[in-house]
Each structure stands twice: as C-alpha cells, then as structure tokens.
C-alpha cells in the first residue's frame, strides 16, 4: 500500500471500529438486561428491540449510498454518526423495552456502511482493495473480541444506559476522524455521469453477493440469540463467556493470511466458497450439539466459534471488495449501498427470526434453520464468476 491508502484504510477501518465497538457492547448483554425493563419478559420482542437497528438501516442504505455518489463521501458519512450518535442517547435515557427498541431503530437511520466502504474503494487500487476491506472486517472482529470482555464488568458498572451512553461518544469520536484524520476524497466519481441504477439490478453476480451479505447477518444474529445460552449449559458463566470468544476472535484474525494467499494467487471465488463452506458445517454442528439430550462440551463449542469467525471474517473481507470491484465505477456508492441494506435486512430478520424461533422451536429449530440458509446461499454462490466491470455509458 501507499502512504495515502495506508491512511485510508486505517482511519476508515477504526471509524467502523469504533462505531461497531458500541453495538457490539450492547450484543453479547442486551438479551439478558433487557428482561429488567418494562416489557421485557417477552423473548420475540426483545429479538425485534435487537434486530430493529437493521430494519432502518435497510431503508436507508440505499439512499445514502446514493447520496455519497452526489453530495460527497465526507458529508454524508459525519450526518449518519449524528443521527447514530441520537439514537443512541435516545436508547441511553429510555425507561422501557419500547424506550429501547425507539432508540435502536434511530441508530440504524445512521446508514453510513455503503458510504464508508464505497470512501474505502475510492481511496485503494484494487489490487490492494481486498487487503483494505479485510482491515475493516480485523478491526470490526477485533472491536467483537474486546466487546465480549469488556460488556459483562461495563454493564455491571454503568448498566445497559451507560453502554448505549459510550455508544454515543464513539461516535463522535469517529466524527473526529472522519474530518481531522481521513484522507481527502477523490473528486472524479463526482463529477462522472450518472449511471442508470438499474445496471446494478442487471448484474448476476452482484445479486448473489447481496444475497450472500443478508444470509451471512441473518444467520449472525440468529445463532447469537442460542449461542450465549449454550455456553451457560456448558458450565460458563456469562461473565466469562469471553473466556471462549476472545480466543476465537484472535485466532481467526491470524488465519485471514490465507484469503490473502488465495488473492495472490488469484483463488477469490474459491475462499468465498470454502468460508460458505465452514459457516455450513458449523451450523450443522449446532444443530446436531443442542438437539442432544446430554450437555454441551465447552471445548466443542470454542471450537466451533474459532471456525465461525474463520469463515465471517474472511466473508467480511471478500463480498465488499469483490462488489466494489464488480459494479459499474460510477455506481459504486449506489452498489455498496445495496449490499449494506441487504446487511441490514439481514441484521434485522436475524434478530427478529431468531428471538420467534427460540422461543417457538427452541435451538435445534433455530439451527435447523440457519443450517438450510447457509446450504442455499453456497447453491446460488456457486456460479459466481468475480469479473470487473467499466463505468457504464
């Protein structure tokens, strides 16, 4: 990398950290403290109070993206950490689960994935873009790591409002960076013409990676409504069930030097498939492990969550380079901004469908069905052919 794309990625890979560092705070917790608030003692609402951040997001991904290409990466990426940075103060002083759900639905107006990432592309050549996008998904993966650790002594200390409190001031603090720190934005995608939106809609390929980003955040926040109450089964008690996920977290960031052999040698499709292929087996193994009658082996558990993150890191690291790579170079804004809603709507039925089939199913249901998720999404990924494509006339 140059000087400027090392300055690129490492101020637009800690903007996410740290943006991502406050809801990934409340995760491993808000299950558990929710149930203290009015309303709470209902598992599929508190699933859609988890879940709603992505709904509005969905909505919104889009549009901003679409914004990004017209009025500036810059701009529009400062005004989405001001609406987060609201509904995170908002979820700070909220007295109920509806207080809370409000709260997380404002956090998700602040859609500023697509614009983030597309800045990213912007700022690297391509044949170090996939190196950029994986030192986002690191730190984002990093951010999970110390979130897991720090959330069960944080939230004895400060409670679930004073999670949601130091959500808001990280994100100022990513305001900061967006304006101090961050490189200047290239001027040409500004000035180019104005690419139908339909050209993203037409390509193939760009629909399966879409497809592959909303199954890969369903499936995420599905397992997470099971998996917290496996390791308790297991014998851990919840404020050390970082104790597994720290490990894991770490030792899967080491593992991402073989996505980067496999671009080198030109084997992208073939690492998208084989990280399809680890969530598969790891979400059938779930399904297999709480199904049992007899208790869940910790071991067993750890061992999976290590090939969990082997797989999601490396997929958080290839789908977005392989789309900015494959969408129209006056689209790109637009064309991250889908495969952010399609995220976000992943986030949101997530959260939604794993609190209703808990509580309907119990885990071998919910797993049972992210396992036939997963299965589905390497059939339609299999004809995936990662070409570039030119600005469109």
Same mark, same amino acid.
């Given at each position: 990398?140059?000087?400027?794309?090392?300055?690129?990625?490492?101020?637009?890979?800690?903007?996410?950290?740290?943006?991502?560092?406050?809801?990934?705070? /409340?995760?491993?917790?808000?299950?558990?403290?929710?149930?203290?608030?009015?309303?709470?003692?209902?598992?599929?609402?508190?699933?859609?109070?988890?879940?709603?951040?992505?709904?509005?997001?969905?909505?919104?991904?889009?549009? /901003?993206?679409?914004?990004?290409?017209?009025?500036?990466?810059?701009?529009?990426?400062?005004?989405?950490?001001?609406?987060?940075?609201?509904?995170?103060?908002?979820?700070?002083?909220?007295?109920?689960?509806?207080?809370?759900?409000?709260?997380?639905?404002?956090?998700?107006?602040?859609?500023?994935?697509?614009?983030?990432?597309?800045?990213?592309?912007?700022?690297?050549?391509?044949?170090?873009?996939?190196?950029?996008?994986?030192?986002?998904?690191?730190?984002?993966?990093?951010?999970?790591?110390? %979130?897991?650790?720090?959330?069960?002594?944080?939230?004895?200390?400060?409670?679930?409002?004073?999670?949601?409190?130091?959500?808001?001031?990280?994100?100022?603090?990513?305001? /900061?960076?967006?304006?101090?720190?961050?490189?200047?934005?290239?001027?040409?995608?500004?000035?180019?013409?104005?690419?139908?939106?339909?050209?993203?809609?037409?390509? %193939?390929?760009?629909?399966?990676?879409?497809?592959?980003?909303?199954?890969?955040?369903?499936?995420?926040?599905?397992?997470?409504?099971?998996?917290?109450?496996?390791?308790?089964?297991?014998?851990?008690?919840?404020?050390?069930?970082?104790?597994?996920?720290?490990?894991?977290?770490?030792?899967?960031?080491?593992?991402?030097?073989?996505?980067?052999?496999?671009?080198?040698?030109?084997?992208?499709?073939?690492?998208?498939?084989?990280?399809?292929?680890?969530?598969?087996?790891?979400?059938?193994?779930?399904?297999?492990?709480?199904?049992?009658?007899?208790?869940?082996?910790?071991?067993?558990?750890?061992?999976?969550?290590?090939?969990?993150?082997?797989?999601?890191?490396?997929?958080?690291?290839?789908?977005?380079?392989?789309?900015?790579?494959?969408?129209?170079?006056?689209?790109?804004?637009?064309?991250?901004?889908?495969?952010?809603?399609?995220?976000?709507?992943?986030?949101?039925?997530?959260?939604?469908?794993?609190?209703?089939?808990?509580?309907?199913?119990?885990?071998?249901?919910?797993?049972?069905?992210?396992?036939?998720?997963?299965?589905?999404?390497?059939? /339609?990924?299999?004809?995936?052919?990662?070409?570039?494509?030119? %600005?469109? %006339?």
């Amino acid at each position: 990398m140059t000087p400027s794309e090392r300055r690129a990625s490492v101020s637009l890979a800690l903007i996410f950290a740290l943006r991502m560092l406050g809801l990934f705070l /409340v995760l491993p917790v808000f299950a558990l403290e929710a149930r203290k608030y009015p309303g709470g003692d209902d598992p599929a609402l508190v699933g859609l109070a988890m879940g709603i951040y992505g709904l509005t997001q969905a909505f919104l991904q889009l549009p /901003v993206g679409l914004a990004s290409d017209r009025l500036g990466r810059k701009r529009v990426i400062v005004a989405g950490l001001l609406v987060f940075a609201a509904g995170s103060l908002l979820a700070a002083l909220a007295d109920s689960l509806a207080g809370l759900l409000a709260g997380r639905a404002l956090q998700g107006a602040g859609a500023v994935s697509a614009a983030v990432t597309a800045l990213l592309a912007d700022q690297t050549r391509e044949i170090v873009r996939t190196k950029a996008m994986a030192l986002v998904g690191i730190s984002i993966g990093l951010m999970f790591a110390i %979130a897991l650790v720090a959330a069960p002594p944080l939230t004895a200390a400060i409670g679930l409002s004073g999670l949601f409190g130091l959500t808001c001031a990280l994100a100022l603090a990513g305001i /900061v960076l967006v304006i101090w720190v961050v490189p200047p934005e290239p001027a040409q995608y500004q000035t180019a013409q104005r690419a139908p939106l339909s050209a993203v809609w037409r390509h %193939a390929d760009l629909l399966r990676l879409n497809a592959g980003v909303f199954t890969l955040h369903t499936v995420q926040m599905a397992m997470w409504v099971a998996v917290p109450a496996m390791l308790v089964q297991a014998g851990l008690h919840k404020d050390a069930h970082w104790q597994v996920y720290l490990p894991a977290v770490v030792l899967s960031v080491v593992a991402m030097g073989g996505v980067f052999a496999m671009e080198r040698r030109g084997r992208l499709r073939a690492a998208l498939l084989l990280a399809i292929g680890l969530l598969l087996l790891v979400q059938l193994a779930l399904a297999l492990l709480s199904a049992s009658a007899a208790q869940p082996s910790l071991a067993l558990l750890g061992g999976l969550l290590f090939v969990f993150f082997c797989g999601f890191n490396a997929l958080e690291a290839t789908q977005p380079s392989l789309v900015s790579r494959m969408a129209p170079d006056n689209l790109r804004g637009a064309a991250l901004g889908v495969y952010n809603t399609l995220q976000s709507v992943g986030l949101f039925v997530g959260g939604a469908l794993g609190g209703a089939l808990a509580k309907w199913a119990g885990a071998p249901g919910l797993f049972a069905a992210t396992t036939l998720l997963v299965a589905l999404w390497l059939l /339609v990924t299999w004809p995936l052919r990662p070409v570039a494509r030119a %600005a469109v %006339a």
